[in-house]
């Protein structure tokens, strides 16, 4: 019996945490979609950073998650879809703080992916002896988040963003992430996707902002 408990726990564990080829396929899935949608801009974009490490949902949406509305919906769902929706959100909502880290050469994407990791990516945007110093003199020192999106764009050139992803939630055909995204000073959001596969693949059936900054 505890045998079988333990078999059953790593099943559940697995099914939660795990990464397989339906994670990398929805990931890229909405990595495509931000590159789409972001064809008609001035800006070329050519390739995309991805945090190296996937994080629970605490991590990135704390109180965030209190703002579920269904009318932030981009596409309507049905009545029973909002409800597997609801369940699988609380279910993300309430996943432990774990980390897995990502495997770049699992996406399929039309464009270059990089990693970062978070701590090098935190570090462009940290204060260093320099500033402290020139601020000091009252020589003009430049924010720390305007240098570090320069560092960042100095380092990956026509990057769309960076993206952050949570471990998916599972519900029959339908599966829910939340993705964060960083473009620039005062360029970002967290969205909640609602994924449905069709076929072979997965698309985006809905989705909705949380913040945005």
């Not at 078999?7 to 990398?24: A, H, P, R, T």
């Not at 880290?101 to 260093?128: R, V």
């Amino acid at each position: 019996m505890k045998t079988t408990a333990i078999i059953v726990f790593l099943l559940i564990f697995n099914f939660c945490y795990g990464q397989n080829k339906s994670d990398y396929m929805i990931y890229s899935t909405i990595i495509e979609d931000y590159f789409t949608r972001n064809i008609s801009t001035k800006k070329t974009y050519d390739n995309a950073i991805i945090f190296d490490k996937l994080k629970g949902a605490k991590n990135h949406l704390n109180e965030s998650f209190d703002d579920f509305k269904w009318t932030s919906f981009k596409n309507p769902v049905d009545s029973i879809t909002k409800k597997k929706i609801h369940k699988m959100y609380l279910t993300l909502k309430n996943l432990p703080s774990v980390s897995r880290e990502i495997k770049i050469d699992s996406f399929k994407c039309s464009k270059p992916l990089h990693l970062i990791k978070n701590y090098e990516f935190d570090s462009l945007f940290a204060i260093t002896p320099e500033d402290v110093l020139r601020e000091k003199q009252k020589i003009y020192v430049e924010d720390n988040t305007t240098r570090g999106w320069r560092k960042f764009y100095n380092k990956f050139p026509k990057a769309i963003g960076v993206f952050g992803f949570t471990k998916i939630i599972y519900s029959g055909d339908l599966a829910l992430l939340f993705v964060e995204f960083q473009q620039g000073n005062l360029t970002g959001h967290g969205n909640v996707y609602v994924m449905q596969m069709s076929g072979n693949s997965w698309k985006i059936l809905t989705w909705f902002i949380l913040y945005e900054s």
